[in-house]
């Protein structure tokens, strides 16, 4: 009952906001906000779009296997950002897009417009559809006192309604202002979501009985907080793999994601964009800083308490708030806040850009405010199906299985875009879509094939080859102009 009405009192917020922004609303509104969004609110609002539910469960989780070596992929993130800031963003303003996959067609041609968006659709559905699959599981751990285990998986039913109704409220609140909307209600879920945070560590720095200098201590000092992997080339968690990965995962997954790009493009100006933009990856790095050491500080809160850890990350926060629920029922609810920030704030980002994409991309038909309506309406449909599969089939840790699956699915917008800025060779336009199938399907036979003869597996690097297969794909059908 405790989560039906935090949930229920925290979407009349935001649909309060809702109305607000989504009076007189028209399609230009709802894809680009009438380019008025101020820069600040769009980059404090994309950290928490971007980071999701993800953080609070399998970020501090992350510590147990690989200690704080993510950070080495936060540090790669920073210098993409820095790349969309001053290479992307002039190019998107400068052409005025509303989604950024029409530069393909401009560039490229029709197919490779119309793939990139393909492409892009995919794989938005699929990574929104894994961060969403996590928050619904976890509500429905908490509101079965487990810690996501076989009692709250076993109940199929259950989790589908949670699904269900979860997504109608996001619906229900994006369908008039879209983007706009979102500019506003992020900013809100942001600070809903680093203020769980910061309390959850306050509750757990409680329960060990230190301060906040002596927590701070214990985590420097802590084996579990080594950074850097410089001696071991073979390790995933290498160095240069990890922050040449960063690199471009942040490219990619922002810089060519028509999600991220999309609040990026409501600015007033390229100069406020680029500011955003900066800000927003100059803050990526503390903040998962923070998650990490909200995990090192829950091992020692186990190994207080004489329990085993869980088996797996994913599990350590949210068998923690289990735990304690009975003698902290604020902790909990605390928790279930950020985690509801953090979700909505994520999957509203993604239903809006999918619904602008399909409608502008796949359809041609940016004026047509029924078609949006109608557009909306399915993609909140596939997401729940989408969702549903994935429970069914995910067997692997949720942030890797999102990396994983990228890999797959941006490699080929890696390789259309950089081909395009690149190159003034021109592609045959007629053999795109099936190079960009091609790329990952050959990718995921060479990752079968050195894993088998050698023992090597790829990691996020995988993107980074997906990419250049495909931009050598387009390099070897195409001419110099």
């Keep these: 009952m405790m989560i039906i009405v935090i949930v229920f009192l925290y979407f009349c917020l935001l649909f309060a906001i809702s109305r607000w922004t989504g009076r007189r609303a028209t399609n230009e509104t709802f894809y680009r906000a009438d380019r008025q969004s101020p820069w600040y609110m769009v980059a404090f609002g994309l950290v928490g779009a971007s980071i999701s539910g993800l953080p609070f469960v399998s970020v501090p989780g992350m510590v147990t296997s690989i200690g704080m070596t993510y950070l080495q992929t936060c540090m790669g993130f920073i210098v993409g950002y820095v790349v969309i800031a001053f290479v992307l963003l002039p190019l998107y303003y400068r052409l005025n897009l509303t989604t950024i996959y029409s530069y393909l067609g401009q560039r490229i041609g029709r197919r490779a417009y119309k793939t990139g968006a393909s492409f892009f659709l995919l ?21 079965m006192g487990t810690s996501g285990g076989n009692s709250a998986a076993d109940n199929g039913w259950l989790f589908a309604v949670v699904v269900v109704v979860m997504t109608s409220l996001i619906w229900l ?5 879209g983007i706009k909307t979102l500019v506003w209600t992020d900013t809100l879920q942001t600070a809903c979501l680093f203020g769980a945070l910061l309390l959850i560590i306050y509750k757990v720095i409680g329960e060990l009985g230190m301060t906040t200098g002596e927590a701070v201590a214990a985590i420097r000092d802590s ?42 493009l409501t600015c007033r100006s390229l100069r406020a964009a680029q500011k955003d933009m900066c800000t927003y990856g100059a803050a990526f790095l503390p903040a998962n800083l923070l998650f990490l050491s909200l995990g090192v500080l829950l091992t020692f809160w186990y190994q207080q308490q004489g329990r085993a850890l869980p088996a797996a990350g994913d599990d350590l926060l949210p068998q923690f708030i289990t735990l304690t629920s009975h003698s902290s029922p604020l902790t909990t609810i605390i928790f279930i806040l950020g985690i509801l920030a953090a979700a909505f704030s994520s999957a509203d980002s993604a239903l809006t850009a999918l619904t602008t994409s399909y409608c502008v991309d796949i359809c041609g038909r940016p004026d047509d405010e029924r078609l949006r309506h109608r557009a909306h309406i399915g993609m909140a ?8 599969l994935f429970r069914v089939l995910n067997s692997t840790s949720v942030i890797d ?8 699915t941006y490699g080929p917008l890696l390789g259309l875009f950089a081909f395009g800025l690149l190159t003034k060779r021109q592609a045959n336009d007629r053999l795109v879509p099936y190079i960009c199938v091609a790329s990952p399907v050959v990718c995921l036979l060479l990752d079968m094939l050195v894993g088998r003869f050698t023992g090597y597996r790829f990691g996020y690097e995988l993107l980074m080859l997906n990419g250049l297969l495909t931009f050598s794909g387009l390099w070897l059908s195409g001419f110099r102009r």
């Design 381 to 388: 449909i596939v997401f729940v199906v989408f969702i549903l």
């Design 173 to 177: 609140y994006t369908r008039q202002g």
């Design 401 to 408: 299985a999102i990396y994983i699956l990228c890999s797959y």
């Design 223 to 264: 084996e579990l907080s080594r950074v850097f992997v410089l001696d071991d080339w073979v390790s995933k968690q290498n160095f240069w793999k990890q922050f040449l990965s960063g690199v471009f995962i942040a490219i990619v997954m922002t810089g060519l994601d028509q999600d991220m790009m999309q609040k990026n």
């Design 123 to 143: 794989s938005k559905m699929t990574g929104a559809a894994v961060r969403f699959y996590v928050v619904c599981w976890i509500l429905m751990a908490c509101g």
